[in-house]
Structure formats: structure tokens, C-alpha cells
């Protein structure tokens, strides 16, 4: 099994080193030993680095994505945690799309100003809405 160095690593995966060195203080991934001061890695970690990619893309934080690794650093991946990852990803599109629907009206709007765009004035309220606290006791 040939062994790559830090940069060799950084250079295919395209994963600066100090992000290397981070995802191995995590305990994402595992140098196989060093040569002289560089960190060596077999070449799975290059597979592990796309699942980790992968996994920040949708979302997953680095401890959870941690979590979708086996002892023996091979993916070992929840089918349930991928189906509610994925829900969560359609609820999160449904609501983008909605957004970008609106900014695209309120930029179209005929109305002199913004401001007196009657559906920009429900996409304030909405949105005073959902940030407003829950009480203004002291």
C-alpha cells in the first residue's frame, strides 16, 4: 500500500492541509504514521474526504458526519439519518424557492416603491413574524 503525504493528499483532493490536519484532530480522519515531520495517509482517505465533503454540502456538521464513519474508517452510513437529512434538504428547497419566488416579484413590481408592494409587505410581516421574541418580560 503506498502512503501519501500530507501534500500529496491536499494536492488530489483538493482539501487544503490545514483542513487535514483539522478533520485528523476531529478524529475524521487517521494518518498512517510520518515521514520526517509530514503526516502520511493511505490512499482510503481520499475517499473519505469526498464523503466528508459530501456530507458538509448537505448540511451535516463535522461531528455527525464524524458518526458516518466505521471503526474501520470505511463509511458506514444511516439510512435513516440520510432520509431525514433529505427532508430536511426538501424543506429547506421548498422554502428557497418560495423566497426566490418573492424576491423575483417584489424586483418586478410595478409599485413606485418597494415598500408599497402589497407582497412585500406580507413577506415583512412574515418575517417580523418568525424573529419576534416570545416575550418582552425583563
Not at 432520509?83 to 413590481?109: E, F, G, P, S, Y
Not at 415598500?115 to 416570545?134: E, H, T, W
Request: proline content about 4%.
Amino acid at each position: 500500500m503506498k502512503l501519501l503525504d500530507i501534500s500529496e493528499v491536499a494536492h488530489q483532493s483538493g482539501v487544503a492541509a490545514s483542513a487535514l490536519r483539522h478533520y485528523e484532530e476531529k478524529g475524521l480522519i487517521h494518518s498512517a504514521g510520518r515521514r520526517g515531520l509530514k503526516r502520511l495517509f493511505g490512499p482510503e482517505v481520499l475517499d473519505q474526504l469526498s464523503v466528508i465533503r459530501l456530507g458538509k454540502q448537505a448540511g451535516f456538521s463535522l461531528e455527525e458526519i464524524k458518526g458516518m464513519f466505521g471503526p474501520d474508517g470505511r463509511p458506514s452510513l444511516s439510512r435513516t439519518v440520510l432520509l431525514n437529512k433529505a427532508d430536511d434538504l426538501d424543506d429547506q428547497v421548498k422554502r428557497l424557492t418560495a423566497l426566490r419566488d418573492m424576491i423575483r416579484h417584489v424586483a418586478d413590481c410595478t409599485a413606485p416603491r418597494h415598500i408599497d408592494c402589497p407582497r412585500f409587505q406580507k413577506l415583512i410581516r412574515v418575517s417580523a413574524r418568525k424573529r419576534a421574541p416570545v416575550s418582552n418580560k425583563f
